[in-house]
């Protein structure tokens, strides 16, 4: 597995880099700095959090246990990740899978708490707002994938969408919401006529205030 980094326009490869220690590579993540990039990868069955320091080439595990961890979102600060994870829903004593939900882990520490949302249904694909205060994710907690907002201080919930077929990927756990750093534009993939579309989403204070385009 290698991490490959292409600049942009121009499409020219700027970096191939082979990453020893790990047998499949997901979901990649950009610390604001430039400096890093956590990633999910498979290591002998199991799937952990990841990070690879450009400059040096030092490959730093941040988990290491059998819990699933994908998608890893770096925050505005630079100090957490937000990912998904089954960590806290999944019995190992009798190998009982539980559903996905969102977690935060201090970089420095290490420290793992869970983003305290819905009790039912998979919680995936966590993204930060500009200002980090708001996680926005997806939900099926009423039984259709949507994007949710939480207030990181309070706890409020929003509900950000209402597809008819759901905010979705090609499969259940794929991400399917990508948000842009300086801005507070999301873009989501929706399945509606037989195909998967991009539609581009303008945030406001955690609420859609337009929608920009659909393809």
Known sequence: PALSI?????????????ID??????????????????????????SDLFAFDLESGVLRRLTDDLFADLHPAWSP???????????????????????????????ATKTIEPVRAFATGKHIAPQWSRDGRTLYF??????TPDVYGIDLENGALTRLTRADSGIAGL?????????AANSGTAAVTVYEGGVFAIHVLAFSSGHIIRTIAAR
């Open 77 to 107: 600060d630079g100090r957490r990740i937000a990912f998904v994870t089954d960590r806290f829903t999944t019995d190992m004593n009798v190998l009982t899978a539980g559903a996905y939900r969102v977690a935060i882990m201090d970089v």
């Open 171 to 179: 499969t259940g756990s794929s991400p399917a919401l990508s948000i």
């Open 138 to 143: 997806i939900s099926d907690t009423d039984g």
């Open 6 to 18: 292409f600049r942009w326009p121009g499409r020219a490869l700027e970096h191939d880099m082979a």
């Open 21 to 46: 220690g790990v047998d499949e590579i997901f979901g990649p993540t950009w610390s604001p700095d430039g400096k890093t990039i956590a990633f999910s990868a498979m290591s002998n069955g199991t």
